[in-house]
């Protein structure tokens, strides 16, 4: 260790010095809210909604409880049957395809691409069978999917998109928003996400009025006038006071991208020469695209060894995500095993994420670099 280390602890991500600046307003609008008495829907909501839209540069969008009930919002709007097919990549967060099971239908494993850990687009037309419905690309670690085929393939055999942007909300592809190419895109805004509330929260954005007044209809419980209902859904609402407090982080959430992109470089230039030695692989960049990094996510073969060693250090790193989903076990009756998608399994063994949160100093970044090295080199 150096002669005076002042931050002994790097966290994986650290809320405070992304809030401190932000407190007083936060504090303001979380009292305004509850002095106001309306805790559900109202007007931070339909406020909150009508600048997601704008900042999206979409025509609708539908503030609900969580991302995983904006995918299961979306997915039962668009309406699914017992023998329907729905494409997911594998290397995802459970919800992408646990939500696909649960909206009735069964999730069929595409494999991904080794540079982006995104959905393989070339690996697609193979699983499209008769019963395919539609697909959820994800864009992983706030990385979009390869759209441009991805729509291709999918206007040709008429299936629908939803996005599965909950990491990704900001990103870009060929100056295009994340959630704004599919039928419609789901945001979540867990805490850990670019834009986090305090709590859970999610959305669903859509340029079809259609698929929005059915999402605002589903997540009342399926009731457009109270107490009449059309068809049966759920209470995926959001809360005003998460709204509330999303509105004031919104509007500094292109300042907080820009942050998370200066450490991933930062990054990417101190571990240039790694790579080259092939010791470890930095995320690959689609050219043309913007990467608002979520999460900074390296290969490495002695991925475990390589944790615990910062670990020991101070360092957090997480695993996202430790096991394709094509092997978790409540999947098993889908009959895959090791070795149905390589590239899932090989990135479930060797990636790590390293702390890229905005409000990471220059000290705690040099830090990781310097642990980093001296476990590699
Ligand atoms: C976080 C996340 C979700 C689910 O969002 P919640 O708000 O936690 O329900 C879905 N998909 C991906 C890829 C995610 O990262």
Known sequence: MTQNDEYPKVPLLDLEPIHRPIQERLRSALLRVLESNRFIGGPEVENF???????????????????????IASLMALGL??????????????????????????????????????????????????????????????????????????????????EDAAQAIGAQYKGKM???????????FFPSKNLGGIGDGGMVITNSPEIAEEVRKLRDHGASQRY?????????????????????KLSALEQWHEQRIANARAYCEA????????????PGQSAGCRHVFNQFVIRVPDRDGLQEHLA???????????????????FDGYGYHEGSLPE?????????????????????????????REFLL
């Open 81 to 162: 049957d017992r023998n329907d097919e729905v494409i997911v990549p594998s290397f995802t967060f459970f919800s992408t395809a646990g939500s696909v099971h649960r909206a009735g239908a069964r999730p069929v494993f595409c494999d991904i691409d080794a540079e982006t850990f995104n959905i393989d687009p070339t690996k697609l037309e193979a699983l499209i069978t008769h019963r395919t419905r539609g697909l959820i690309p994800v864009h992983l670690f706030g990385q979009c999917a390869d759209m441009d085929p991805i729509l291709e393939i999918c206007a040709k055999r008429g299936l629908w998109i939803v």
């Open 178 to 188: 994340a959630g704004a190419f599919g039928d419609c895109g789901c945001f979540s």
């Open 312 to 330: 020991a250090r101070g360092v957090g790193t997480a695993i996202y995500y430790p096991i394709p989903l094509h092997l978790q076990r409540c």
């Open 228 to 248: 009449y209902h059309s068809v049966v859904g759920g209470n995926f609402r959001l809360d005003a006071v998460q709204a509330a407090a999303l509105r004031v």
């Open 271 to 282: 571990f240039s020469d790694l790579q080259e030695k092939g010791l470890l692989k930095i």
């Open 344 to 372: 899932s399994e090989k990135a479930a063994r060797e990636v790590l994420a390293l702390p890229v949160f905005p409000g990471l100093v220059e000290a705690q970044r040099d830090k990781v670099i310097r642990h980093i």
């Open 49 to 71: 909604e009508q600048e997601v839209a704008e900042y999206c540069r979409v025509g609708y969008a539908v503030g609900v409880s969580s991302g995983t009930d904006a995918l």
